[in-house]
């Protein structure tokens, strides 16, 4: 005798919530299979992202190393890492102080990275700043600040662990890039030309290290919303370009982005967008009609107060 459907729809909800549930089980379990005992390596842990990769990685049983720039904050990371801790489950994080605007300090950053655990298995690049004005009010210095921390900083910290990698023949390198990796829209010149060539220079490194059996990958976002930009305010926008202005800047919540970086370094991907419709739908027309783009963008900057 066949079931009534009011009977049929419940039972399908609990079978599909199972699934649902022993789904996430074994992704967890393979989440931490895959990490344990693994030397990974974070940079700006104390921001939101950061943190929540540290707790990710930590729980999964990785050997961390914690990098940032306020020794205070790693401290306080570290605490609220260990507290509840197994000891028989988790290693107790390393902490290294790491300032990308002070590049000379690199090369010792490096040597004292290395000297944790003998090498690095996951360097997870995430330190970013970023800057929202107009372009003729950006100074030289801000660019250079942005450029050290956004490009040269991570691009110089790979380089350093890059060797022992390719001796071993094993490694994986992510960056926590930007949509404006690939794609720039006004107002912010000097991070999206920081987020090009950082995007440039992890796709050329991808390609080189593939034959040592080194991953790199890139994660290209929207913006986080815990985080604000800063720097003057840029000028009223028309009703259209605020509408894809806002589109554009959808953010993500910091734990989603660190969920993304998990299973990236577990299935290896190599790239990544994690972005709304409508910035998808900007990168295609990027590459196919960039002149309607173009001229939606422009739309966007054509204000009275600039042009009186």
Not at 31 to 48: E, H, P
Not at 148 to 161: E, R
Not at 230 to 242: F, R, Y
């Amino acid at each position: 005798m066949a079931l009534p459907f009011v009977m049929v729809l419940p039972l399908l909800i609990i079978v599909a919530a199972g699934l649902y549930y022993i789904y996430n089980e074994v992704t967890l379990y393979m989440s931490k299979s895959l990490v344990r005992n693994k030397v990974v390596v974070i940079t700006d842990a104390v921001s939101g992202v950061g943190t929540e990769c540290a707790q990710l990685f930590h729980k999964a049983g990785a050997r961390l190393i914690l990098c940032g720039t306020s020794w205070d904050k790693l401290e306080s990371l570290f605490d609220s890492l260990t507290s509840d801790a197994d000891p028989r489950e988790t290693f107790a994080p390393k902490l290294v102080i790491l300032d990308f605007s002070d590049m000379d300090s690199i090369e010792d950053v490096v040597t004292e990275v290395l000297e944790c655990y003998g090498c690095v298995d996951v360097l997870v690049c995430n330190s970013s700043v970023k800057l929202k004005a107009p372009v003729q009010s950006i100074s030289l210095e801000m660019d250079r600040n942005i450029m050290d921390i956004n490009y040269f900083g991570p691009s110089t910290l790979a380089k350093g662990v890059l060797p022992t990698m390719i001796s071993r023949r094993s490694g994986h390198i992510l960056l926590v890039n930007s949509i404006q990796g690939r794609l720039a829209i006004p107002f912010r010149s000097s991070y999206a030309a920081s987020k090009h060539a950082a995007q440039a220079f992890f796709d050329c490194l991808r390609a080189e290290v593939e034959e040592y059996g080194i991953i790199v990958s890139t994660i290209s976002h929207t913006f986080i919303n815990a985080s604000d930009p800063v720097g003057e305010p840029a000028p009223k926008q028309n009703a259209l370009a605020a509408f894809i202005a806002r589109q554009m800047t959808h953010g993500l919540r910091p734990s989603v982005l660190a969920n993304e970086v998990m299973q990236t370094v577990n299935r290896k991907r190599k790239e990544v967008v994690l972005a709304h419709p409508i910035p998808r739908v900007a990168l295609y027309l990027r590459s196919l009609f960039p002149p309607f783009l173009f001229a939606v963008l422009a739309a966007g900057v054509k204000d009275p107060v600039l042009a009186g």
